[in-house]
């Protein structure tokens, strides 16, 4: 029976298994075996060239190649920074919001973060480029019925990247809080009751009942919220090409204009390689940092 059901087990698997081997595996290995070749991606695989590890010498290096993958390193790492830090808590304000029965609109503000999130990014990026113009768009239309001169938004260096950044808020805040309610109908209503009984107030029930117990909710969407982040692409690709002044220059588009425009894939799959391992070790420092607020 045991040969049999692992057997059986085996067979159902195998084609799942076979697609992530194919069509992620491969293509990883493959990005790995090319950081450490020269090659161009206008000709095949059998041209490339071993060079060792002179791409990611390059890359770090201080020539122009390396300051401009530090400074799409840097981008990136804001980006990453800023969205986490806007979404979780909004996640989890509107999710007590919606969560809660007795808070009129809770259906509304249901409807409207979940319509966002179904909102293609190309739309996304097209329509809030339009919501940013200097002129005649409507954040510095309203900005100036309140008597507030207008911003620059996407056209300053000092701006475009936080304006990128609650672009990306935007739309992704429903996806959270649809986690963030999850991990609420996980906290037994006892103990709300039970604190409410000792006198404990909202404030109070809050700190101590439920972000305890969100904390492994937060920790999944913690690392959600990363990975998304760092693969931001449509709207830099659409609306700002990197500026001004490289401002917005994330390694994602920065890869593509290496790899693609300039036909440097050895040196654009050393800097997916990098992009990769950054990824994994922010993570792992985030799990190892959980793993001992448990263990307190």
């Known amino acids: ?113 979940f319509s966002t999130y179904m909102v293609p990014m190309i739309a996304v990026a097209l329509v809030w480029s339009k919501l940013y113009s200097p002129s005649e768009g409507p954040f510095n239309q309203m900005l100036g019925l309140i008597g507030i001169d207008p911003q620059p938004w996407l056209s300053s260096p000092r701006s475009a990247l936080i304006s990128i950044v609650l672009l990306n808020v935007w739309q992704q805040v429903g996806y959270f809080t649809v986690l963030a309610i999850a991990g609420l109908t996980q906290i037994p209503g006892s103990l709300y009751e039970a604190a409410t009984l000792d006198g404990a107030n909202r404030t109070e029930q809050f700190r101590f009942i439920t972000l305890p117990l969100l904390r492994r909710t937060l920790l999944f969407s913690a690392v959600i919220a990363i990975i998304n982040a760092v693969q931001v692409f449509e709207p830099v690709a659409l609306i700002t090409q990197g500026g001004p002044v490289g401002s917005t220059n994330v390694l994602t588009y920065h890869i593509r204009r290496v790899g693609i425009e300039r036909a440097q894939g050895g040196l654009g799959s050393a800097m997916a390689v990098m992009l990769m391992l950054s990824l994994v070790v922010v993570v792992c420092a985030l799990f190892a940092f959980m793993s001992r607020k448990d263990d307190e």
Do not use: C, H
């Open 1 to 113: 029976m045991t040969n049999g059901y692992r057997a059986s087990a085996g067979i159902m698997l195998a084609p799942a298994v076979t697609l992530i081997g194919v069509f992620i595996l491969l293509p990883m290995l493959l990005t790995v075996w090319l950081s450490f070749n020269d090659w161009s991606t206008q000709t095949p695989f059998s041209e490339a060239r071993f060079v060792g590890l002179a791409n990611f010498q390059d890359i770090f290096g201080s020539t122009s190649v390396g300051r401009d993958f530090k400074g799409a390193l840097v981008n990136t790492a804001i980006y990453t920074a800023l969205s986490v830090a806007i979404i979780l808590p909004l996640s989890v304000l509107f999710g007590l919001l919606v969560y809660q029965r007795d808070v009129g609109g809770g259906t509304l503000l249901r409807t409207v973060l």
